[in-house]
Each structure stands twice: as structure tokens, then as C-alpha cells.
Nanobody, 124 residues
Framework: VQLQASGGGLVQAGGSLRLSCAAS????????MGWFRQAPGKEREIVAA???????FYGDSVLGRFTISRDNAKNTVYLQMNSLKPEDTAVYYCAASPTDPFTRMGQSTSYAYWGQGTLVTVSS
């Protein structure tokens, strides 16, 4: 199983970016897919997650600015990031779970598969 993330880059504060992550197999992501991020010196944290039925979960710091969506036919998850702030700078990782994590969809331990990470840098 492979997760291929793309879309990271350098953007000015207030700008937007869209991340994509494609899973190599349909069963790998059939439960849920999510985005986590890790900034230097900080722990990995949930950004957003989406279950196969479309139920979403967002971290408090991105609520109202980021939107997660998925295309089940393409086994792909997207993260639209608007109103970016310098504190959003981090390596963003996509993750997939073959089983439904239900209320644990915001926890990294719920995901069996991880992508390689894509760097997002927001300049002030």
C-alpha cells in the first residue's frame, strides 16, 4: 500500500494551497483518510480526517479555514487550505485506515498507512 501526497509548497500568509493524496489500493483507505502535520520541535497533530461515509473531523486550529474531501472512486483525499498562517508551516502527512475508526478518527494510532509527507511553508 502506498500513499502519494502532493501539493505542498511555499505560500504567503493569507494564501491558499490544495494538498492531494492518492492511495494505491481501495481497501487501504476504505475506512478513513486523514491529514496530520508536524512542525519542527512539535508533536504530530491532526489537521483533518474524513470517514468513507463523508463524516469529517477537524483540528481546532484549522476549523473554518481548511476543508477535507475525498473521491472514493479515485481513492484520493484532498485538503483545501485557505487563509494560511505562518503557524501552519509543517510537514503534512496523509494517512489511511482500512477500517472505520469511528470516534477515534482524530488519533494517529487509528491509521495503518502513512504517506511520505509534503512540506508546507507559509511566509509572513
Amino acid at each position: 500500500v502506498q500513499l502519494q501526497a502532493s501539493g505542498g509548497g511555499l505560500v504567503q500568509a493569507g494564501g491558499s494551497l490544495r494538498l492531494s493524496c492518492a492511495a494505491s489500493g481501495s481497501t487501504a483507505s476504505s475506512g478513513a483518510m486523514g491529514w496530520f502535520r508536524q512542525a519542527p520541535g512539535k508533536e504530530r497533530e491532526i489537521v483533518a480526517a474524513i470517514r468513507s461515509g463523508g463524516i469529517t473531523f477537524y483540528g481546532d486550529s484549522v476549523l473554518g479555514r481548511f476543508t477535507i474531501s475525498r473521491d472514493n472512486a479515485k481513492n484520493t483525499v484532498y485538503l483545501q487550505m485557505n487563509s494560511l498562517k505562518p503557524e501552519d508551516t509543517a510537514v503534512y502527512y496523509c494517512a489511511a485506515s482500512p477500517t472505520d475508526p469511528f470516534t477515534r478518527m482524530g488519533q494517529s494510532t487509528s491509521y495503518a498507512y502513512w504517506g511520505q509527507g509534503t512540506l508546507v511553508t507559509v511566509s509572513s
